[in-house]
């Protein structure tokens, strides 16, 4: 059994309706009747499911479920239908919801096994499949209950082993077909549990949750890995001497020391890595907007700002579990935006790493500070072939994009196609923004080299064309999460809070060849 996730996946043997157990669930697109799993379990069910689906209105709709007692008609207690809409709108992220689903309808019914029929989407998705099944498995038992005191939250799940059929008849699989089976689940179960790590360090307060924290997590992870993992902290006096004028000003507010984390994998057995991939996020583990104040409401939220900086952590530690051929970097420049005498004012003017000079109209564009001293660290320490960064960056990119979709911005066409292409494939929803050299304008500064914002329109694109001066000729896209990294609305694979947007991305990338 996984330690972190709770309960084992295991590749199931024999027809669904003779697996005994708690539940067997099986997903249905669009109109049962014309769906031979949902048919072959009717009968022999002896007509009650299509009766119940009837009466309860069910219709195979994306976020529908039938739940009913089998009267040991069926060998297993209970049987889930889940509903996933037409095949033809069903994207990767909707699997993890459909698994996601079952788990906690598991949960609910206090269910220990369950049998799983996967969905037939074609042999060639099948691997895919059962690693998105497994990812919502697990992502849709994810729960943050450090602060909750009731017995209720505090119940432990009781799902304990999920059996996955290969289809309802009972196909056997062939030694190739098992293995790929294994080696979807370990893929599964390593991304979901550094996604819910992820998770993790953005749900916790920032009382908790500060830069030395993060810090911890980090060497805590490179521990685990020792030989292929390493990591640097750098401290402010550090940070000093290297010349990050941006990034200190920002945490300069705060009694909470800032911190630069550097992690490191390295391909085991001294084997020359193919690429060096370098990922950096945005770590303010609180954002108050400084002397430019956020009203409070928008405030509410901001200890979820360091979502980049989490994903970039936790990614390093599936990386370093499933291996990559390539060098991968991560760095997190952490630190918090708050008020106090010592704070960065308007009007200051900033020394950054790379010697740009930089007037501040606003206190509140604190990410891309930090940011860009995080840039011209790894151009010119690291020299990576390619790098990107993760930011909760700008409210503007979710007026742009609304909240599910991340703002993509690079000049770099066969890299971003590339990070677009993998996106897709991991079912996180991106989109790309034009980095228009004409809003380089409103940068302008008439005492600095530039300015830290610009105009209300395209701040999104401001933001990205402020990061693009320090990443010069690197080849290098820049993600803004602003909007997925955290969501108010439930959903089976996402419950409220943060949701290590950007980690399954991030760690498929590095696994490609
Ligand atoms: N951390 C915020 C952006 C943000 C807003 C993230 C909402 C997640 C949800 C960032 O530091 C910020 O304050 N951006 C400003 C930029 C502006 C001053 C140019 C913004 O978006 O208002
Ligand atoms: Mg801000
Ligand atoms: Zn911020």
């Known amino acids: 059994m996984d330690a972190k996730t709770g309960f084992e996946i295991t590749l199931g043997s024999g027809a669904a309706w003779q697996v005994g157990g708690d539940v067997v ?204 993992l390493t990591v640097t902290v750098l401290d402010e006096k550090k940070c000093a001497e290297l010349g990050m004028g941006m990034f200190l000003a920002v945490g300069q507010g705060s009694d909470e020391r800032s911190a630069f984390i550097h992690m490191t994998y390295k391909p085991a057995q001294g084997k020359k890595p193919k690429k060096k991939i370098c990922f950096i996020g945005k770590g303010v583990t609180f954002d108050s907007g400084g002397y430019s104040l956020k009203p409070s409401n928008a405030m509410e939220d901001m200890k979820i700002d360091m979502s980049g900086a989490a994903a970039v952590i936790s990614a390093m530690d599936a990386i370093a579990t499933l291996g990559s051929e390539h060098e991968v970097h991560a760095i997190a420049a952490c630190c918090e935006n708050l008020v106090s005498g010592r704070a960065y004012k308007l009007g200051d003017v900033l020394k950054s790493m790379d010697g740009t000079t930089v007037e501040i109209n606003n206190t509140d564009a604190e990410g891309r500070l930090t940011l860009g001293d995080a840039i011209t660290y790894a151009r010119t320490k690291i020299q990576p072939d390619e790098m990107f960064d993760f930011a909760t960056l700008t409210g503007a990119c979710m007026v742009a994009l609304g909240p599910y979709t991340a703002g993509v911005m690079s000049d770099h066409e066969a890299l971003v196609r590339s990070w677009l292409g993998v996106a897709e494939r991991s079912g996180e929803d991106m989109w790309r923004l034009p980095l228009n050299p004409r809003l380089r304008e409103q940068l302008k500064s008439p005492i600095a080299d530039m300015r830290n914002t610009g105009d209300r329109f395209g701040g999104a694109i401001t933001a990205g064309l402020f990061l693009k001066t320090f990443a010069k000729d690197t080849p290098w896209v820049h993600v803004d999460i602003a909007g997925p990294a955290s969501t108010s609305s439930n959903r089976p694979s996402q419950p409220k809070g943060g949701t290590g947007y950007a980690v399954a991305t991030i760690v498929e990338y590095a696994a490609k060849a």
Do not use: C, W
């Open 25 to 228: 669930a099986f997903v249905t697109f669009g109109d049962p009747s014309k769906d031979p799993v949902f048919k072959s379990a009717d009968q022999a069910l002896g007509g009650l499911l299509s009766e119940v689906a009837l009466s309860e209105s069910f219709e195979g709709k994306a976020g529908q479920s039938l739940v009913l007692h089998t009267h040991k008609k069926l060998a297993a207690k209970r049987i889930v239908v889940i509903g996933a809409g037409p095949k033809s709108d069903f994207a990767n992220a909707n699997m993890r919801d459909v698994s996601a689903a079952i788990a906690q309808i598991a949960n609910k019914t206090l269910s220990a096994s369950v049998a799983l029929v996967m969905p037939q989407l074609g042999a060639n998705r099948e691997a895919a499949l059962v690693q998105l099944l497994t990812e919502g498995l697990y992502l849709g038992t994810y729960k943050f209950g450090r602060y909750l005191t009731s017995d209720e939250a505090k119940r432990p799940h009781t799902l304990k082993s999920v059996a996955i059929l290969r289809d309802f008849k009972g196909a056997k699989a062939s030694a190739a077909q098992a293995r790929a089976f294994a080696t979807a689940v370990v893929r599964g179960t390593t991304i979901a549990a550094a996604t819910n790590h992820a998770r993790d360090l953005i749900n916790e307060p920032a009382a908790i949750a500060t830069p030395l924290h993060l810090a911890a997590d980090a060497q805590a992870i490179a521990k685990k890995h020792k030989g292929v």
